[in-house]
Structures are given as C-alpha cells and as structure tokens.
C-alpha cells in the first residue's frame, strides 16, 4: 500500500469502545466533571474546545492506544506522530474553517470516537479541497466537485496530506457533549531511518544521509517537485537492497496536485533508483530500514545546540531525566547511556550534559525549514531553561 493524498483505515483500535466509554464517563454528569476545557475561538475561522486526551481515558488505555497510532503509523507511513494530538470536541455552532498545515507535519489525521451513524447534528465532515482551480471554461461549478467530505464514522483515522486545504463542516444540532462531534487530531512527519534486524542503526543512518548527499545533484533539475516519500528497504545479509517498499508518496508540483506528471514521475523513478542501490555494511543477518525523502530537499547538516550552564552537572543529568519521559519534553524518547543521554525519537541524536555546557546534536530532519526551526527554538528553550534552573 502506498498513501498519496489521503487515506482510510476503519476499525483502528480494538478498544475504541472503552475510549468511548471513558469519555462517556468523564462528561455525562455536569456537576461532576473535571475535565479542563480550552475554548479555542479565532473568529471566522476556528470555534470548538479542545483538551489534553490524558485529562479524558485511562494512563493505561492512553498508553496502549499512543503505542498502537506509533506502530501503525511507522509500519504503513514511516511517520510518527509530532507529539501527542489533541482531542476536539464540537457541539452546535463549531466549526473549523478552511486553512493548511504544511508547518505542522506531512500528514495530518484525525481518529474519530463520534457515534456518526447515530449522530443528531448536521455537519461535522472534514472537507478536502480537490486539486485544481476552477475554470470558466467549465461554467458553473459546486459542491463536491470543488472538494471531498468525509465522514467522522467511529473507529475511524482519516489520513491526507497536510498540504491539503482542509476544514471541518459547522455543526448544527445538539449541544450535548455525549452527542457531539468528538475527535483526535494531530499530524505526522518522518523520523530518522528506523532499523529493525542485524545492521547497526547508526551505520545504516549514515547511508541513508550519504544517500540525500548524493541526491543533491540529480534532483536539482526538478526545482517544481515537492512533497514526501518513505519506504521501507529490505536489505540483505551482505548490505545489498533486495527490495524498495514505498509507503507514502506525497510528490507533486503546484501545476499538477496530485495528478500525474511527468516531472514528477521522473523525480519518483530518480529516488526509487538511488534507493534500490545502496549499500549498507554486512551485516550478517536480514534488516527493514524505513527513510524518507524530502523534495525539494532540505539543510542537509545536524541540528546542534550548545548552551552554557553553571551548575553542577549531576543535578542537571537528573533534572534533564526526570523530564525526558516517554512522552514529554518534545516526545523523546531517550535512553541513558552514561553521561549522555541517547535520543530516539522524534529525530536520533545525542543530549549531553558537560562541566560548563548543555550540548545536543541531531541528525537533519526531512522536514520543510519551518519545522526545523521550530524543533530547533524549542529545544533551545528546554535546554536554556534546564541550565538556568536544573542544576
């Protein structure tokens, strides 16, 4: 299966139903619910409350379900999600007006636990606009012929492209929060090769970047070519690529969307190409390596931070432990290799923690510079504040 513009999985989670029931359970009762609503308003163009899902289901359940999103998205997507999504819930009048959101991820999605085929309001569809303008050669145009609604059935992830203008229909109808329109968002972008198998994970992250070096040259001529691949690349004992599996393929040119083009088609055929030859270090067992391809392609050097502290460096070690749980701290997951701490996800790198400074380097991200810059003035600020005040 390969993802190009949007995608459907039904049945998603296997405890939906006791999602659903903690949800019930939290907000049936007014006089006795807790939950910390943020009533998100920006005039005409966004009005619903939104929660951290923690305050709404189980830590156990939560931590099965964020556990199943992962899995599945780095097994069908090469993705992982940007830290945890939050939880929609948009009774009468709300409504999310049409926007983008290329700076937030790759993908964007939405798990819905709305009881749709009971529901008693109208609206509540996300609405994708198709690709294209329309012409006057075509005279009058409406409705669906200008954009896609679906449906917020439950159990459902819906999957598009987060390049894609796209919005949630203004509900109408009841303002019951058990009768609402209720949702988990968020959005996916890559991570760092992932390796499963006898390579060492490091090695293979080489090749992978040795790989966007050299792709440098030969795609400069497809300057219009945007978007997104991943795969997954089984490699063979002796380090050669038995096969290329592509997960996602979000390439386009703002000529064509995503139709097909020759450009783009050229541009796809020249990574695949560059793929299915790499070489990778015997290894002496089978491995999956799982990258991605970021066209036009992006600043190819680490992400490196390196901020000066005063305290003492067993403190700040500890300090920086507590907060890198799973989960927290910009969603690392990190594991404690002496004084350094080792950093999983969302990027690989390094965290260490040196008499006089606080240094921190990643790999480079597929991402757009937006996103960089983001993950990068937000690491700035966790680490600025953990030398200021951890030690």
């Not at 939880?87 to 009881?115: A, E, I, K």
């Not at 139709?259 to 990574?271: I, T």
């Not at 030859?277 to 036009?296: M, Y």
């Not at 008499?355 to 960089?372: E, G, H």
Request: with cysteine; hydrophobic share 45%.
């Amino acid at each position: 299966m390969s993802i190009k513009r949007q995608h459907i999985a039904s049945d998603f989670f296997p405890e939906a139903e006791a999602l659903r029931t903690a949800y019930d359970g939290k907000v049936r009762s007014a006089y006795q619910q807790t939950v910390q609503w943020q009533y998100f308003c920006e005039p005409q163009m966004y009005t619903y409350l939104r929660t951290v899902p923690q305050q709404l289901f189980p830590e156990a359940l939560w931590g099965r379900f964020t556990r199943h999103l992962k899995q599945w998205c780095i097994d069908h997507l090469g993705m992982l999600p940007t830290g945890a999504p939050n939880f929609h819930l948009m009774v009468n009048g709300c409504t999310l007006g049409l926007h983008s959101d290329f700076q937030n991820g790759t993908w964007g999605f939405v798990y819905s636990l709305t009881r749709w085929q009971t529901r008693k309001f109208s609206g509540g569809e996300t609405l994708l606009m198709r690709d294209g303008v329309p012409s006057y050669k075509k005279h009058h145009v409406q409705g669906e012929v200008l954009y896609e609604l679906v449906p917020a059935e439950f159990n459902q992830l819906l999957l598009f492209d987060d390049r894609i203008v796209h919005g949630t229909q203004t509900i109408e109808g009841s303002m019951d929060p058990l009768e609402a329109r209720i949702a988990l968002v968020g959005h996916l972008r890559a991570t760092s090769p992932v390796v499963t198998g006898a390579l060492d994970a490091a090695a293979a992250r080489k090749v992978v970047l040795a790989l966007h070096h050299a792709l440098a040259e030969p795609v400069r001529p497809f300057k219009e070519v945007q978007g997104v691949m991943s795969f997954r690349l089984a490699v063979a004992a002796d380090g050669s690529v038995a096969s290329v599996d592509v997960l996602t393929d979000n390439f386009v040119t703002a000529r064509s969307g995503h139709a097909a083009d020759d450009e783009v088609a050229a541009a796809r055929a020249l990574v695949l190409d560059a793929a299915a030859r790499l070489r990778f270090p015997d290894a002496g067992g089978p491995s999956k390596v799982i990258a991605a391809v970021l066209l036009p392609l992006p600043d190819l050097r680490p992400i490196e931070l390196a901020i000066a502290h005063a305290g003492r460096p067993d403190r700040l070690r500890e300090t920086l432990k507590a907060q890198l749980k799973e989960g927290e701290a910009l969603g690392f997951q990190v594991d404690v290799q002496g004084d350094s701490f080792a950093v999983r996800e969302p990027l690989a790198g390094t965290i260490r923690i040196e008499s006089q400074r606080i240094v921190a380097t990643f790999d480079p991200p597929m991402w757009v510079p937006s996103q960089r810059d983001q993950f990068q003035a937000a690491l700035n600020e966790k680490l600025g504040l953990l030398a200021r005040y951890g030690g």
